[in-house]
């Protein structure tokens, strides 16, 4: 089958040929797809997408037309596709939801580690020479608060990690785990409770319409003075024109961010010889309280393994003419694959 991978970077590529093992005949582009770059996937019965790419409708029209039956996203977050315009249009998705959870949690605990000891400016001051040790003055985690916000595989993994760290959990989530409760002492309860009692919140909501700046002026004044915020899941959970105004009045001790709501303009892709024009991100990075990774949370050998041969299941499901185990839009129906 002939497939089209828009967004592959770099290090994507030795992965992804050998998930293939030589079975499709792959097209890596390092372009994103656009409309004004759809018309590459000429030829293409399959494509293959990744977060940055645009995944509408008029883009999913431009495939259709051009013969794509088959769109394989390598991620689970899937807010990016328009999935009513690809049943519309008769197009099968599948995306790849466990690549691997301990990668994204893990770095979730980086960023609080990383922010409650200072270690950003504990490296300039010892680049500078400077040893002094007066404003490093960090806190345990043990003992502290951490309020879960999405408690699915990821937000269950960094449960787990901070139960050994001697936290207190919280988790908010529609679907809680009986599980994670009995395990690690984690405790369900409204959003607002856990906003009111946690010391570190950690984000992994998925992006919907219904959390779309889920966090926002009113849900960062319910949270304690002085909390830290940590965001892995989606970058438009959080309102970061909000955030910058708990930043400035104190209200938010700590921010740690892989993901930012409009990264699609700056992430992966080497922006140094360029001006910054996001004054919304340009101001974030003058905040010392402030830790920004470039939505690296997912980047680790183990997960682009697994990202590649999800993704490459699916392809071959589809070749074959079944449906992969992790197929979104069922297919002729028009409606949701079962689960």
């Not at 040929?17 to 030829?43: E, K, V, W, Y």
């Not at 995944?55 to 899937?78: F, K, M, W």
């Not at 466990?98 to 580690?113: I, K």
């Not at 699915?152 to 409760?181: K, M, S, W, Y």
Request: charged content about 20%.
């Amino acid at each position: 089958m002939n497939v089209t991978a828009f967004s592959v970077q770099h290090f994507e590529r030795s992965f992804l040929q050998r998930a293939n093992q030589g079975r499709h005949q792959l097209a890596l582009l390092d372009t994103p797809l656009t409309a004004d770059t759809a018309h590459l996937a000429h030829g293409a019965l399959a494509v293959s997408v990744f977060t940055r790419d645009d995944v509408s409708a008029a883009v999913l029209e431009q495939l259709a037309e051009l013969g794509v039956s088959y769109l394989a996203v390598r991620a689970s977050g899937t807010d990016h596709v328009d999935l009513a315009a690809a049943r519309r249009l008769g197009l099968r998705v599948a995306h790849v939801p466990d690549y691997s959870p301990y990668a994204v949690a893990e770095h979730a605990v980086t960023l609080m580690l990383a922010l409650c000891r200072h270690l950003r400016q504990a490296d300039q001051q010892l680049r500078a020479n400077d040893f002094r040790l007066d404003h490093l003055i960090g806190f345990d985690l043990h003992g502290k608060t951490v309020g879960i916000m999405g408690v699915g595989r990821i937000g269950g993994v960094v449960a787990r990690i901070l139960h050994g760290f001697g936290c207190q959990l919280l988790g908010h989530d529609v679907q809680p785990n009986p599980e994670l409760t009995e395990k690690y002492g984690l405790r369900y309860v409204p959003l607002p409770e856990l906003c009111a009692q946690a010391d570190i919140i950690s984000v992994h909501t998925p992006l919907t319409a219904a959390t779309h700046h889920l966090i926002d002026d009113q849900l960062l004044r319910r949270m304690k003075r002085g909390v830290m915020l940590v965001n892995t899941g989606r970058g438009g959970v959080l309102d970061t024109a909000a955030a910058l105004r708990a930043l400035k009045s104190g209200q938010l001790g700590y921010l740690g961010l892989d993901v930012y709501e409009n990264e699609k303009a700056l992430f992966f892709a080497d922006h140094s010889q360029d001006l910054l024009l996001d004054d919304t991100f340009a101001r974030l990075l003058t905040f010392p309280n402030v830790l920004l990774t470039g939505h690296q949370a997912y980047l680790t050998r183990e997960a682009l393994a697994n990202i590649a041969d999800a993704t490459l299941a699916s392809l071959n499901a589809w070749a074959l003419g079944h449906s992969p185990e992790h197929e979104l839009c069922a297919a002729g129906t028009g409606a949701p694959a079962r689960r």
